[in-house]
């Protein structure tokens, strides 16, 4: 069980957009994999190294990752992920350039969920018994806006009590996405 860090919103669009950015997205990425630095996760994308380390001070700058000074050596840095619990402002509190940001994020977790699941049907037979993992829902429901929130604040609690440090023998990583959002009145 790993322990839930408060909430914390992202109320600075720049903050969001950071976020958003391909290059940053694969930064994060690769830094889930444990702590690097510059040159690694250069080498990883296939981008310059000068590139990554200007990513890679954005993402500090705003709190997304940190420095692992036990791990530098004169002047290389190593970075890993800052744990928390993110997430946006509701609809209601955001501005314009707040809900692009946001529409922005979304459309590229989404796009990165479909190619996360066809390299995982690509490879499901390689997997052993974690091919068996793959768990999939559909459902529409029925609710007021309180017990919408309340659902979706058991939902983050459930995913810090199952969730296991990564370094756990016999853990794997397992990708969970939760999109909800209301149906138009027409649908």
Same mark, same amino acid.
Request: aromatic share 8%.
């Given at each position: 069980?790993?322990?839930q860090?408060p909430? *914390? ?10 976020? /958003? ?6 930064? $994060? #990425? ?12 250069a ?5 310059? &190294?000068?590139l +990554? ?16 000074? $036990? %791990?530098a @050596?004169?002047? *290389?840095? =190593? =970075? ?11 609809y ?6 707040? !809900? #692009?940001?946001?529409?922005?994020? /979304? !459309?590229?977790h989404l796009? $990165? %969920? ?10 499901? #037979?390689?997997?052993?018994? =974690?091919?068996? /993992?793959?768990?999939?829902? !559909?459902?529409?429901?029925?609710? *007021?806006?309180?017990?919408? @929130? $309340? ?9 810090? !009590?199952y ?7 016999? &853990?794997?990583? +397992?990708a %969970? ?11």
């Open positions: 069980m790993t322990e860090p909430a *914390e919103e992202i109320t600075d669009a720049a903050a969001l957009r950071l976020l /958003a950015h391909p290059i940053r997205r694969r930064i $994060e #990425a690769c830094l889930r994999d444990g702590p690097a630095n510059s040159a690694q996760v080498r990883q994308l296939g981008e310059s &190294t000068g +990554v380390s200007y990513h890679l001070r954005q993402m500090a700058r705003h709190g997304f990752i940190e420095e692992v000074p $036990e %791990l @050596k004169g002047r *290389e840095r =190593w =970075w890993r992920p800052v744990p928390g619990d993110r997430r946006i402002p509701p209601s509190r955001q501005d314009a350039a707040m !809900r #692009a940001a946001s529409a922005q994020l /979304a !459309r590229q796009a $990165e %969920l479909i190619e996360q699941y066809e390299r995982f049907e690509a490879g499901a #037979a390689d997997l052993g018994e =974690w091919a068996d /993992a793959f768990v999939f829902s !559909r459902a529409t429901i029925h609710l *007021e806006l309180p017990r919408m @929130k $309340e659902f979706f604040e058991e939902y983050i609690a459930l995913l810090y !009590r969730s296991e440090p990564a370094d756990s023998p016999g &853990t794997r990583a +397992v %969970l996405r939760l999109f909800g959002f209301p149906q138009p009145p027409d649908d």
